[in-house]
């Protein structure tokens, strides 16, 4: 990567593992290689480190290390906190119930929808404010004896708001229902203390935190069944089957143990850095709305919508200039299709269709973003011009 001439403002996509992550893992492939399931020495070693990063993560999120679940992605955290509760749920008192929001990831969203189709269970989606907020009394209002489990998620990727999972979660106590929450766009921004925010399975992903793709981890209280997804060994309690990759889930607990510590600082000096985009975009350039809550958002993010834009040109342009940012969507290739997040908003699909989100990280500067607000309004100037010229031909 040459990043003299390119900058990287794509940090909600992902995050480059921290140097001090990919030396703390590297014993792990050939030194410490056992597998941690084995009873002899070499195991043995596997297994202390395995358990040490247990505790480790468990701390970081103030629970007890069986309650936490090493899984391969944030992903498929979310399919094993979903399917393996709502399952549990359905067989051991018949409820059917699943109440969430239209403004998930889709880990989770084809989760449930896959689940009312295969499954037989009724998807309820609650209604969001136009920041994408959920209010708590409205999933007082709709959970009911029969929800097997309420899922929203803590802080949403495509436009950074700030959800209110902590008395989200207080509702879902109130009525003895599973309260599981995606916090993997959330770790590297909020402390969370599971117990305090009332939280019983959350899902967090190592990659968005400066740790190693393919590398995840779900909470679940103790107390909580879930029905394992993925059958074989009895790995982790039982809940998650096959020999656990143990560089990755060290890598994961260091990385997570220096985004705690060095969090603060950093949130403090990027906070104004984030605001100066906002208020700066909005003042320089015409027919431009944020998306999302203005204050209660993740303090590295910025996201816009801009009218008469096609996205995926406007992406390109800021390429070619040596900017990588992103749409907010997963949608990169053929015909584009507007968000769902963003319709959920209430924004019209051609609206949606003109999405920048502008990730900040951990080696964003200050002159970088300097940088990008001096060539970003020509772009969208250039690129109304382009997409007009396309919708007449
Ligand atoms: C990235 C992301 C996921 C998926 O995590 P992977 O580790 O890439 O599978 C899920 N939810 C949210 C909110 C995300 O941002």
Same mark, same amino acid.
């Given at each position: 990567m040459n990043t003299t001439s390119h900058v990287y403002l794509?940090?909600? +996509?992902t995050t480059p593992v921290d140097s001090r992550v990919v030396e703390a893992m590297l014993?792990?492939?050939?030194?410490?290689?056992?597998?941690?399931?084995?009873?002899?020495y070499f195991g043995q070693k596997a297994e202390a480190a395995l358990e040490n990063a247990r505790e480790n993560v468990a701390n970081c999120f103030h629970c007890?290390?069986?309650e936490i679940i090493f899984t391969s992605c944030g992903t498929e955290s979310d399919n094993l906190a979903l399917r393996g509760a709502a399952l549990a749920e359905r067989e051991k008192r018949g409820a059917t119930h699943i109440l969430t929001t239209p403004v998930e990831h889709h880990a989770v969203l084809h989760t449930v929808f896959n689940l009312a189709r295969y499954d037989g269970f009724d998807v309820e989606l609650l209604p969001v404010d136009a920041n994408g907020l959920v209010n708590p009394v409205e999933v007082n209002r709709r959970i009911?004896?029969?929800? +097997?489990l309420v899922s929203v998620i803590? +802080?949403?990727?495509?436009?950074?708001s700030i959800y209110p999972v902590e008395e989200i979660g207080r509702v879902c106590r109130e009525w003895s229902t599973p309260f599981h929450t995606d916090a993997v766009q959330a770790v590297a921004h909020l402390p969370i203390d599971v117990r305090a925010l009332n939280i019983d399975l959350m899902s967090v992903g190592a990659h968005k935190f400066y740790g190693p793709k393919g590398v995840g981890a779900l909470y679940v209280r103790r107390g909580i069944q879930v029905i394992p997804v993925q059958t074989g060994g009895a790995q982790e309690f039982g809940l998650r089957a096959g020999t656990q990759n143990i560089p990755y889930i060290v890598g994961m607990a260091i990385a997570l143990r220096l985004i705690q510590e060095e969090r603060s600082p950093w949130t403090a000096f990027i906070t104004p850095i984030r605001d100066r985009i906002i208020s700066r975009v909005l003042a320089d350039i015409p027919q431009v709305r944020l998306t999302g809550h203005p204050t209660n958002r993740l303090p590295n993010h910025v996201s816009f919508v801009f009218e008469g834009v096609d996205a995926n040109t406007l992406l390109m342009m800021l390429d070619s200039a040596g900017f990588a940012c992103s749409?907010?969507? +997963?949608?990169?290739?053929?015909s584009p299709e507007p968000s769902g997040v963003l319709l959920a908003l209430g924004l019209s699909p051609s609206l949606a269709l003109g999405s920048l989100r502008v990730t900040l990280g951990q080696y964003t500067t200050s002159s970088e973003v300097d940088a990008f607000l001096a060539v970003l309004p020509g772009l969208v100037e250039r690129t109304r011009v382009l997409t007009a010229g396309v919708e007449r031909s």
């Open positions: 794509d940090y909600a +996509a014993p792990y492939f050939n030194d410490e290689f056992g597998n941690p399931s084995s009873i002899h007890d290390p069986d009911r004896k029969e929800t +097997a803590f +802080a949403n990727n495509e436009i950074g749409s907010g969507s +997963a949608c990169k290739t053929g």
